[in-house]
């Protein structure tokens, strides 16, 4: 995602949440007609709606930057991708 709470996808701009600057965030397309639903994380939670950009409203907004949270506060937060990752393999295997 880029700095200022935008995404692109297919040429085309969206606005996100602006907390959501500098994560890594999975936009939803729907398949029948091709348009951004909404927002989710690499685990499929859901973290808001996505709506296309207009340029005129988001040159003249005012933003706020998110407040940034302690290091402490990420690594208490729960499984990461890779443990994650690594449960459902040997989940499988059993």
Do not use: K
């Not at 939803?28 to 996505?50: F, K, Y």
């Amino acid at each position: 995602m880029r700095r200022n709470g935008t995404v692109s996808w297919a040429g085309r701009y969206f606005e996100v949440p602006y907390e959501l600057t500098g994560q890594r965030v999975v936009l939803v397309v729907s398949p029948h007609t091709a348009t951004v639903v909404r927002v989710e994380s690499d685990t499929g939670q859901l973290l808001g709606a996505a709506t296309p950009l207009d340029l005129v409203a988001n040159t003249h907004r005012r933003r706020q930057r998110p407040a940034v949270a302690p290091a402490t506060a990420a690594i208490s937060a729960g499984p990461n991708l890779i443990e994650l990752t690594h449960q459902r393999h040997y989940r499988l295997e059993d």
